[in-house]
T-cell receptor, first 113, second 115 residues
Framework: NAGVMQNPRHLVRRRGQEARLRCSPMKGHSHVYWYRQLPEEGLKFMVYLQKENIIDESGMPKERFSAEFPKEGPSILRIQQVVRGDSAAYFC???????????FGPGTRLLVL | AQTVTQSQPEMSVQEAETVTLSCTYDTSESDYYLFWYKQPPSRQMILVIRQEAYKQQNATENRFSVNFQKAAKSFSLKISDSQLGDAAMYFCAYRTLNSGYALNFGKGTSLLVTP
C-alpha cells in the first residue's frame, strides 16, 4: 500500500513534554500538508511544505509548533511543551505537485494529560 | 475570510434511498476546486469527489454526484442507493488557485444509514 503513512497513530503526552508526529507521503509525492482537527470540528490547515522548504505556514501557531520536511525521511510536526489544548487529531496529506489533489493519511491522535 | 458552511450537522437515510448533503462556500476568487471528503469511524479522510469550478458539468463518481451551482456558491453531494458503509462524517472543502494550497473545510455532516 503506497498511501500516506503517519506514525504514531496514537500519542499520549503529559503537559510540558514534546510531541513528534511523522508523515511519509505517497510514493512520487513531494508536497506535504499538515492539518489539525479539534473535537467536533473540521480540519484546519497548519502548514504546507515541499522537500526542505516551508511554503506556507500561515495556519501554524507562532510558538511551540514547528515543521520540517528534510531531503531524506518523513515530514515531522513538532510540538514543544504541549498543553491540554493541543489534544487533537493531526492529519498529514500529500500531493504530487503544487495544487494537485491532496490525499490524507490516517492521522495521529494526540492526547495531552 | 473564506468559509465553508454545512448547515446539516446530522442526516439520516434508509439503506437503498437517496440523500443530499448541502454545502455553501464563500470566496471572492473565480478559480477554485471543490471537494467532498468522507471520514468513517476509523477517522481516515477519504476523497469522495472533486469538482473544478470552471467546469459546468457536475462531477459523478459511481453512486456519488454533486450539484454545483457556481452563482449560488453551492456544492451539494447526492448519495444514491445508500449503503451501510456510507455512514460517516462528510466534509465539504474548497481550495482557491490564487490563495495558497490550503484546503478550507466545513464542520461536517454526520450521516447515519439505517437498515
Amino acid at each position: 500500500n503506497a498511501g500516506v503513512m503517519q506514525n504514531p497513530r496514537h500519542l499520549v503526552r503529559r503537559r510540558g513534554q514534546e510531541a513528534r508526529l511523522r508523515c511519509s507521503p505517497m510514493k512520487g509525492h513531494s508536497h506535504v500538508y499538515w492539518y489539525r482537527q479539534l473535537p467536533e470540528e473540521g480540519l484546519k490547515f497548519m502548514v504546507y511544505l515541499q522537500k526542505e522548504n516551508i511554503i506556507d505556514e500561515s495556519g501554524m501557531p507562532k510558538e511551540r509548533f514547528s515543521a520540517e520536511f528534510p531531503k531524506e525521511g518523513p515530514s515531522i510536526l513538532r510540538i514543544q511543551q504541549v498543553v491540554r489544548g493541543d489534544s487533537a487529531a493531526y492529519f498529514c496529506a500529500s500531493s504530487r505537485g503544487a495544487g494537485e489533489t491532496q490525499y490524507f493519511g490516517p492521522g495521529t491522535r494526540l492526547l495531552v494529560l | 475570510a473564506q468559509t465553508v458552511t454545512q448547515s446539516q450537522p446530522e442526516m439520516s437515510v434508509q439503506e437503498a434511498e437517496t440523500v443530499t448533503l448541502s454545502c455553501t462556500y464563500d470566496t471572492s476568487e473565480s478559480d477554485y476546486y471543490l471537494f467532498w471528503y468522507k471520514q468513517p469511524p476509523s477517522r481516515q479522510m477519504i476523497l469522495v469527489i472533486r469538482q473544478e469550478a470552471y467546469k459546468q458539468q457536475n462531477a459523478t463518481e459511481n453512486r456519488f454526484s454533486v450539484n454545483f451551482q457556481k452563482a449560488a456558491k453551492s456544492f451539494s453531494l447526492k448519495i444514491s442507493d445508500s449503503q451501510l458503509g456510507d455512514a460517516a462524517m462528510y466534509f465539504c472543502a474548497y481550495r482557491t488557485l490564487n490563495s495558497g494550497y490550503a484546503l478550507n473545510f466545513g464542520k461536517g455532516t454526520s450521516l447515519l444509514v439505517t437498515p
